[in-house]
């Protein structure tokens, strides 16, 4: 690991201060599940590295009438099991509960869930010339592609997106806000923070190098809202398949409204699938109705290699998602 410089600030100016315009040089660190992996495997060489622990401000978590703040610094743990967030978002909560192992939850962040780097294989190998480091093709194409994106349309790299607890935040309607240089800050809907990345200057998301995610917000509306993952293994492991859905009504035969059905670790990044969300607009959930709407919801996949078997588990996602969401019979589980 390269020597580096260590800082901890106690506010999120004396952070952001701290940064660059540029990557590479200077890296936050939250809990270090991610950048810690990266530094031993020679991926990243920051000179400097800023610890957002030392932050109280980024470690709360507010309950209002109308929305909900969540602190970037508050742990995965923490969201799982806050009993307010379990009750208003389950697809929040659930998705949270089920990442990695115990160790890994009481670590890790909300804010670095959101900005974690991607999980391909030949980017974390430091001698694989990855298009994202610098070389000039993905070697995911035409190798090793097994868990990879299958909506790889006009897509230069095919990494699938990380982020667990994207998927459920952005059904929700949920924003993150950011802090920049000269006190600067922004919204972004969860649905516009990612980016898929084509180059070593590029990152999985849409925050300038010199900005900060402080914490999320989500909308309190009373939607019914699930989440449903299919993954290798049940523990210390990411989902190979992610749905996340909300809408308002949808249960005891009421129609359901403004519907979002979001997939993940499919695609570059998160990706809402309309034509399952019109599947289901303005129709009672029925078993009928979920089967449409994950047939609908891999129309334009276009699996590489060897993740064709992911369309299906997209569908029967969806699916059960949906189910979920909707109050009725787990069958899976009969």
Not at 165 to 182: F, H, M, R, W
Not at 289 to 307: D, E, H, R, T, Y
Request: glycine letters at 10%.
């Amino acid at each position: 690991m390269k020597n580096f410089t260590y800082y901890r600030p106690t506010t999120t100016e004396q952070a952001v201060s701290l940064l660059e315009g540029r990557w590479g040089n200077t890296e936050l660190l939250a809990g270090g599940t991610d950048l810690l992996a990266l530094q031993k495997n020679y991926i990243a060489q920051p000179g400097r590295v800023v610890s957002l622990t030392g932050i109280a401000g980024l470690q709360t978590i507010v309950v209002g009438q109308q929305n909900v703040q969540i602190g970037a610094g508050v742990t995965l743990a923490r969201i799982a099991d806050h009993p307010d967030l379990r009750r208003l978002f389950p697809a929040l909560t659930s998705a949270a509960g089920d990442i990695g192992g115990p160790q890994i939850r009481n670590m890790g962040t909300l804010g670095g869930n959101l900005c974690q780097r991607n999980r391909c294989w030949y980017f974390r190998d430091e001698h694989s010339p990855c298009l994202l480091r610098g070389g000039n093709r993905c070697s995911a194409i035409e190798g090793e592609n097994k868990y990879h994106a299958i909506f790889t349309a006009n897509h230069r790299c095919v990494i699938a997106s990380p982020s667990t607890l994207a998927t459920g935040l952005i059904a929700l309607g949920a924003t993150a806000e950011v802090l920049g240089p000269q006190n600067r800050r922004r919204t972004i809907q969860l649905a516009n923070f990612f980016n898929a990345p084509t180059g070593p200057n590029d990152r999985e998301h849409n925050l300038a190098p010199n900005e900060i995610v402080t914490g999320v917000t989500i909308p309190v509306r009373g939607l019914n809202n699930a989440a449903y993952e299919v993954r290798q293994k049940q523990s210390s492991d990411w989902p190979i398949v992610q749905v996340a859905v909300a809408f308002a009504g949808g249960r005891n035969g009421e129609k359901a409204t403004g519907v979002k059905i979001v997939l993940s670790h499919v695609a570059p990044t998160p990706i809402i699938a309309d034509g399952a969300n019109r599947a289901v607009e303005n129709r009672a959930i029925t078993d009928a109705i979920a089967v449409a709407a994950g047939q609908a919801a891999v129309a334009g996949a276009k699996p590489l290699s060897q993740n064709g078997y992911k369309v299906r588990l997209v569908e029967v996602a969806v699916k059960r998602a949906l189910t979920i969401a909707a109050g009725l019979p787990r069958y899976w589980e009969v």
